[in-house]
């Protein structure tokens, strides 16, 4: 917190009776601060956007949200000394348990209760990771069609390429017989990246529920035995989540990718001694997508998040990061990421990255299981 801890606040009734029902019927996050920075009121949405419960919320100040000098109370300063709506717009809202970018604030005098502000927060990063899932699509659909000609066009010279270098080598002298596995190895090699551009492809996937945990430790599993032997891990899971409704193996090939990513990170030139990567789950209500020509739409409540304590993602990079072919590693094929987003996207999910400087969020909103729809 950005002081030390108050004592509990007297709480006026702020918003009762009809008001406090229609405020609570509200999808935007509303707030009411008192003259003396205590919260008085939030409504339902404000819980899960502060990431506390309203029990907690009223029984504190402010200040014990964000910091004393954020721009949020140079606002509420304005509202007060002008009697009227104030906006700011793109804040970062950030604290113990929120980080919150791309914030729209409004800031309005509440005239029952002198001295005090209510305050709307809309977050527009849903819409922005939204808007970015469908470039992200249509990038994977372009591979797509690539992969396409490159498997009908390359894999069969390929083969032929392969065949002649093999009876090369059982021909010629030791020196030429190391070129001739030198052209196998490289035809090997570009023979398996045009199959995992094949994976691109607009095939159906095969669907059941999954225990995203079992299939997260199996991830974790894989990694601390092979490429994250070195890196410490911490699980911070729901128990009580429903199941994915996925493609398990599919699902175990994204976070591995993901978790990879996160590795190399840390085993970078700016490598930390306490390098960890965290793993958590989560019910986050509230994120909807239309499925295709919009006849009806699909929850998204489950949240995957694979974090690390790396040095963050370049800010040029960012906006670029799941385009085909993309990449910061010499050793990488830039489809990691495509891939992922693909494959999240055909699970009907979205992916977003958030990253700054000592922190990467790479998270995943998923569909659950239908209550209608039954268990094998």
């Known amino acids: ?16 009776g009809p008001g406090r029902i229609v405020l609570d019927a509200l999808p935007l996050p509303v707030m009411v601060v008192g003259r003396d920075m205590a919260i008085h ?7 899960p956007f502060l990431g506390m419960s309203r029990t907690h919320l009223v029984q504190m100040r402010l200040t ?7 721009p949020v109370f140079l606002l509420i300063e304005q509202v007060r000394d002008h ?18 970018e791309g914030v729209t604030v409004h800031g309005a005098p509440m005239m029952e209760e002198p001295g005090s502000v209510v305050l709307t927060f809309h977050d527009s990063s849903a819409a922005r990771v939204l808007d970015r899932q469908l470039t992200f699509r249509s990038a994977a659909r372009s591979v797509a069609g690539m992969a396409a000609i490159l498997a009908h066009e390359v894999k069969n010279p390929l083969s032929g390429i392969r065949g002649a270098a093999q009876l090369l080598e059982s021909s010629v002298g030791e020196a030429d017989r190391e070129l001739a596995v030198l052209i196998q190895d490289e035809v090997n090699r570009i ?29 974790r599993r894989l990694a601390q035995q092979g490429f994250a032997a070195d890196i410490r891990f911490e699980e911070v899971y729901d128990p009580s989540l429903p199941p994915v409704w996925g493609n398990r193996d599919q699902l175990v090939q ?18 930390r001694p306490d390098a960890q990567i965290t793993l958590s789950t989560s019910y986050r209500p509230g994120i909807w997508v239309s499925t295709v ?18 040095p963050g993602i370049p800010e040029n990079i960012r906006p670029h990061l799941f385009e085909p ?19 999240v996207g055909d699970h009907g999910g979205v992916i977003e990255v958030e990253s700054r400087p000592g922190q990467t969020d790479v998270l995943l909103h998923l569909p659950v299981v239908a209550e209608d729809r039954d268990m094998p």
């Open 1 to 16: 917190m950005t002081g030390q801890a108050t004592p509990p606040l007297c709480t006026p009734a702020t918003v009762t």
């Open 254 to 271: 994204v976070l591995l990718n993901l978790v990879k990513n996160a590795a190399e990170a840390l085993h970078g030139p700016d490598a």
């Open 191 to 219: 023979r398996d990246l045009v199959d995992r551009m094949d994976m691109f492809s607009d095939k159906p996937i095969e669907r059941r529920p999954v225990n995203i945990h079992r299939v997260l430790e199996h991830v």
């Open 41 to 47: 009121y939030v409504n339902a949405s404000a819980e």
């Open 293 to 310: 020509g919009g006849k009806r739409r699909v929850q998204l409540p489950l949240l995957v998040s694979v974090r690390d304590n790396g």
């Open 325 to 343: 072919f993309l990449t910061t590693n010499a050793s990488g094929s830039g489809l990691g990421l495509a891939l992922a987003g693909k494959i």
């Open 64 to 70: 014990d949200i964000i910091p004393a000098d954020h």
């Open 83 to 100: 009697g009227q709506t104030v906006v700011e717009h793109e804040v970062t809202l950030e604290g113990p348990r929120l980080h919150r």
